[in-house]
């Protein structure tokens, strides 16, 4: 069975609450439970992690390695900034997409450069809680596993 690792990174947590207007009113409980859902029907094992620490999701990169085929993940400000979990992604063979609620070109100007791109297979942005679902429907045509 294919495996798919969903990480959420700083202050998605606050989902639903935290700035509405940009991120939507859907919670993170709402949102993986829609990927959970899309999952299941395409026979895949999906597990999800939110951590507001950088470490935390290096090692979730890291720990990925034979154990999961694919990796979406939302770094939300760490994009930006984050060499160590850029560093993480490059290390390792799982392919991983870069997922934004929000466009993060149309946005301030330091939200407009992610340091993560280089090592992402492709990055979805600016859909809402939709980016999340366009990434894994991506994922499972590459995994062959898409309906």
């Known amino acids: 069975m294919k495996r798919?690792?969903?990480?959420?990174?700083?202050?998605?947590?606050?989902?639903g609450t935290r700035e509405p207007e940009i991120y939507g009113k859907m919670t993170l409980a709402d949102i993986n439970g829609r990927l959970e859902t899309r999952a299941k029907?395409?026979?895949?094992?999906?597990?999800?992690?939110?951590?507001?620490?950088?470490g935390v999701l290096v090692d979730a990169i890291q720990e990925a390695q034979g154990k999961y085929d694919f990796i979406l993940l939302n770094a939300a400000a760490y994009t930006h900034y984050s060499i160590a979990l850029r560093d993480a992604i490059g290390s390792i063979d799982v392919p991983v997409i870069e997922v934004h609620l929000s466009n993060i070109h149309k946005r301030e100007g330091f939200r407009?450069?992610?340091?993560?791109?280089?090592v992402v297979m492709g990055q979805v942005a600016g859909l809402g809680a939709e980016s999340?679902?366009?990434?894994?429907?991506?994922?499972?045509?590459k995994l062959g596993v898409a309906e």
């Open 41 to 54: 029907r395409a026979g895949v094992l999906i597990e999800f992690l939110q951590s507001n620490h950088e």
């Open 4 to 15: 798919i690792l969903v990480l959420h990174g700083p202050n998605l947590n606050l989902l």
């Open 132 to 141: 999340y679902l366009a990434a894994l429907e991506a994922a499972l045509l």
């Open 112 to 118: 407009h450069h992610s340091v993560i791109a280089p």
